[in-house]
Nanobody
Framework: QVQLVESGGGSVQAGGSLRLSCTASGYTYSSPCMAWFRQAPGKEREGVAAIDSDGTTSYADSVKGRFTISRDNAKNTLYLQMNSLKPEDTAMYYC????????????????????WGQGTQVTVSS
């Protein structure tokens, strides 16, 4: 079955950087639409960054210029490079995938994705 496993979370001071990874398995499609979401306690899950089959990316306004989504299709791995981290970036970060569409109408909406990882915690202290 399809599995998404995130890694790379941790604790960092404001202004620091982290790189999250999401390793996918259990499917043959080489370039699915994938995304990173985050959820802080008491808040709704929000889309952070997405990449479609052709490599087109989308970002939430709150992370533009600071976060970069990328993928290595040979390794079936999705990345999220997070720079200039802020305390408000503290959340559980989730990887998500859609295996059918080449592009999604609303790539930062969670309902677009059928497969989810278990999450990795990112904590940014001031």
């Amino acid at each position: 079955q399809v599995q998404l496993v995130e890694s790379g979370g941790g604790s960092v001071q404001a202004g620091g950087s982290l790189r999250l990874s999401c390793t996918a398995s259990g499917y043959t499609y080489s370039s699915p639409c994938m995304a990173w979401f985050r959820q802080a306690p008491g808040k709704e899950r929000e889309g952070v960054a997405a990449i479609d089959s052709d490599g087109t990316t989308s970002y939430a306004d709150s992370v533009k210029g600071r976060f970069t989504i990328s993928r290595d299709n040979a390794k079936n791995t999705l990345y999220l490079q997070m720079n200039s981290l802020k305390p408000e970036d503290t959340a559980m970060y989730y990887c998500a995938a859609d295996l059918w569409a080449r592009a999604l109408v609303t790539p930062l909406y969670p309902n677009e994705y059928a497969y989810w990882g278990q999450g990795t915690q990112v904590t940014v202290s001031s």
